[in-house]
């Protein structure tokens, strides 16, 4: 699949859910109102969109929610999809916020994932809290060591938050050194409404780079995993920083990626609204042509580039739909 940029489509991101144990500030507003489960599409039906994703050329699955680990019954799922590498598929990952890994990291091992994404702002126990709402630290950290007893690779996600987080992103620098994890640093995205000002949060990453840079050795790497992350090898640890830059530096040029959303929508973009309903010709007939066919319609029109912006004016966010909803 290309698309009229002549980029090649190869990553699909699925929710398997809206839902989330957690409340995250820069996220979602903490009293959420979730898809009806009626409006879901089947696990089974999920993984019959992603075979026809598959079969089009697409050879990495991320799984994100929401928390895709709170989906009853997630793991046929991933076992469904895990049966596929070497099939078409070269790699299937997952995005969590850590919190039911203690319970699934064995499963995950055992289904063909092999790297994890875990998002961990913080490593202060108050300020974890703060941030999630809900959240207890332990209980994540607890899941990313089972992840790592399992074999997992883990990178972990942080947000960079202004005068929240930006003074200890040397301190989590060195703990992902010691524990052997890649690290991905992120700009806070204007997507949904939240209970506050997400200008107030905003945090350009060219500037907590130049601030690591005074504390450690960064060098350019050609490293990839197929996402957006831009990677640099930190030469005291051995592990990599990876920035992820939507709104100082955009990575649209090399976008190969489209999402696929709990309840059969397909955003061909992150940062804008156009998007195909293929649950329409997924629940018309037991033969996939027609679903094939709106996947490769929906390809034709994706865009150059997103419009995320930070207007300090109007205090809005760019796309009116949470991350939650899309595919963290």
Not at 6 to 18: A, P
Not at 196 to 211: C, E, K, N
Not at 261 to 282: I, K, V, W
Not at 299 to 317: L, M, T
Request: proline share 3%; charged share 25%; net charge neutral.
């Amino acid at each position: 699949m290309r698309d009229p940029f002549g980029r090649e489509i190869t990553y699909l991101r699925v929710s398997v859910t809206d839902r989330c144990d957690l409340r995250c500030v820069y996220c979602m507003a903490e009293e959420m109102t979730f898809l009806p489960k009626a409006e879901l599409l089947t696990l089974e039906e999920l993984e019959r969109v992603s075979a026809a994703f598959i079969r089009l050329g697409v050879r990495k699955i991320r799984l994100t929610g929401g928390e895709p680990l709170v989906r009853r019954d997630v793991m046929r799922l991933v076992r469904g999809l895990g049966a596929r590498i070497g099939h078409g598929l070269d790699e299937l990952t997952v995005t969590t916020n850590g919190s039911q890994l203690t319970r699934f990291a064995g499963d995950l091992a055992a289904a063909g994932v092999r790297r994890i994404n875990v998002s961990l702002d913080t490593l202060d126990p108050a300020k974890f809290t703060a941030i999630t709402r809900w959240g207890r630290i332990e209980k994540t950290l607890d899941g990313i060591f089972a992840a790592k007893a399992a074999g997992l690779a883990i990178k972990i996600n942080a947000v960079a938050l202004k005068g929240v987080n930006e003074d200890e992103l040397d301190r989590m620098v060195a703990w992902c050194g010691e524990h052997g994890f890649d690290l991905c640093l992120i700009e806070t995205m204007p997507m949904g409404d939240i209970d506050g000002d997400r200008t107030d949060q905003y945090l350009p990453l060219s500037i907590v780079r130049a601030r690591l840079a005074k504390s450690w050795t960064l060098t350019e790497t050609d490293y990839a995993t197929g996402g957006p992350a831009r990677y640099v090898n930190v030469g005291e640890t051995g592990q990599r920083i990876g920035f992820i830059t939507p709104m100082t530096h955009n990575f649209c040029e090399s976008c190969n990626r489209v999402r696929l959303t709990c309840t059969g929508t397909m955003y061909m973009c992150l940062g804008q609204d156009d998007a195909a309903d293929l649950r329409t010709p997924l629940r018309a007939s037991g033969d996939d042509a027609a679903l094939e066919a709106a996947i490769l319609e929906a390809i034709e029109r994706k865009p150059k580039g997103h419009d995320f912006v930070i207007d300090r004016r109007r205090n809005r966010p760019a796309v009116a739909r949470h991350m939650s909803l899309t595919g963290g």
